[in-house]
């Protein structure tokens, strides 16, 4: 989840399903959002590139948080705004208070900007949110932060100081020190109250759903309680199911998208997670990047998606920005293989696929991660690469479809396909392939939306020839 003192982050989504007092699974329900993690782009640059996202058909935008956060280290003492190096990425998950602005993402008056532009394209803005931590350096900490829960020594768990030994443990892996970062008492009432009026004045800004960072590390009902908490009531409250102190969620959860970080693990209450917030399917991606490195789509489960949650409430990625950052674990995937991972996730009829916009100039192969590494700048351009463009339209368009999803060729092919509508297929590995497959596809003849290469079917059978990591848009 994190090395060393770099936080983790990707996942926390509350979403586009039905929510109700009871929280029923929803039934029959297909996803046609699409994110795009402008991975620290400032409020600026997202709203600079608004148009080419809703032409590359994102309809939500995720934001890095948003927040105080430090600004400087002890080992880099001036700061900056690199990725990293002067300045580093992880400031943003090292807060000081819970107010709106910091160096890289920008101000409030930069995201209101954002939200009112990107209403004009249909794309809602979603922050991704950290009430779990404050900075290492408990001197960052901002005097009004303190003051709102009547005093420093109120601000974090009996145990926020002490390192987690035991992830497994739920008493330590919620109320625990993490990487060196001290555990907030998100059970303190005032501390509920205070981050709440920052989440309305989010929402009031315009913003229209979260990610929760580190979710699994903030205690659900059933989970034993701090000794200096009455109930573990966090997600309560931030849901909108109960207000505190006279403040609660300025809007329902059915007009968010709101999803939590829950990495799964062991001893990890995907379930009762998943009774208040869409979750990450992390294993999902780890099971797909494997498939790409083994150059198979069938050498690890990729069907199913590998969690307790029904997946109309799962967000799916190829990477996330821990992955790409913390060891570089996905980093090493090229752009083709990464775009062939992104178009299977996107053809698929549920789950909500997340685009991690890796760092402009960067090549994570030749490990050159960072690339021209100034945050706040736009990534690359592969968030408009045409297989992603395509695949975000064809979801769009097969919106409802049920899908069948088959493998041909030993596993080197997939074909997601939607009805009798349309089809992706996707070619796994570094050397052409030609297929003949069955396929629910009508008759007739298609035009490939990416390469204008002709495909035929016929008496229910599709045949044509692709490219290296290929990707087929057909309908």
């Excluded at 699409?34 to 935008?61: M, P, Q």
């Excluded at 001036?78 to 990293?84: A, P, S």
């Excluded at 929760?212 to 849901?239: C, M």
């Excluded at 996905?330 to 996107?346: C, E, F, K, M, P």
């Amino acid at each position: 989840m994190n090395r060393n003192f770099i936080l983790s982050g990707v996942a926390a989504f509350m979403a586009i399903f039905t929510c109700n007092a009871q929280y029923a699974k929803p039934t029959g329900v297909s996803n046609d959002d699409v994110i795009l993690h402008a991975w620290c782009w400032s409020f600026n640059t997202i709203r600079e590139n608004l148009k080419d996202i809703a032409d590359a058909g994102y309809t939500i935008v995720q934001t890095s948080p948003a927040q105080h956060c430090i600004t400087d280290t002890k080992s880099d003492p001036q700061g900056g705004n690199q990725l990293f190096g002067h300045g580093y990425w992880y400031y943003h998950y090292q807060p000081t208070d819970w107010k709106i602005g910091n160096q890289h993402v920008g101000t409030k008056a930069d995201l209101q900007a954002l939200c009112a532009e990107a209403n004009k394209y249909g794309i809602k803005i979603i922050i991704d949110v950290l009430p779990n931590h404050t900075a290492i350096d408990q001197s960052k900490v901002e005097a009004d932060l303190d003051a709102a829960v009547g005093g420093h020594e109120n601000l974090y768990h009996a145990a926020g100081l002490t390192p987690i030994r035991n992830y497994n443990d739920r008493l330590q892996c919620t109320t625990g020190e993490m990487g060196g970062l001290p555990d907030v008492n998100t059970e303190n009432p005032d501390f509920q109250a205070y981050y709440m009026n920052y989440v309305n004045e989010l929402l009031a800004c315009g913003v229209r759903g979260f990610r929760y960072d580190t979710a699994k590390h903030i205690g659900l009902p059933s989970d034993p309680l701090d000794p200096r908490s009455k109930q573990n009531d966090f997600w309560e409250v931030a849901t909108g199911r109960k207000s505190v102190k006279g403040v609660k969620l300025a809007l329902t959860v059915e007009d968010l998208f709101f999803y939590g970080e829950v990495l799964q693990s062991r001893n990890v209450k995907e379930d009762e997670y998943a009774q208040f917030m869409g979750l990450t399917a992390s294993s999902m991606g780890s099971n797909l990047r494997r498939d790409l490195d083994k150059g198979s789509w069938t050498d690890r489960d990729v069907v199913g998606f590998s969690h307790m949650a029904a997946p109309e409430r799962l967000v799916t990625w190829v990477e996330s920005h821990d992955t790409y950052c913390n060891d570089h674990e996905s980093a090493h995937l090229t752009d083709a293989q990464v775009r062939a991972g992104w178009a299977y996730l996107v053809a698929r009829q549920n789950g909500t696929p997340l685009f991690y916009s890796r760092p402009d100039g960067s090549n994570g192969p030749a490990k050159n991660y960072w690339g021209n590494n100034v945050a706040g700048a736009k990534g690359n351009d592969e968030f408009k690469a045409p297989e992603v463009v395509e695949t975000n339209k064809f979801r769009k368009a097969m919106s409802g479809l049920a899908e069948t999803v088959t493998f041909e060729n030993n596993g080197a092919i997939a074909q997601i396909a939607r009805g009798s509508k349309g089809a992706v297929i996707i070619n796994i590995t570094n050397s052409d392939q030609s297929f003949k497959a069955a396929t629910t596809l009508a008759k007739g003849k298609y035009t490939d939306k990416v390469s204008g290469a002709k495909v035929k079917v016929k008496k229910g059978v599709v045949s044509g020839n692709i490219a290296p990591y290929g990707v087929m848009v057909l309908y």
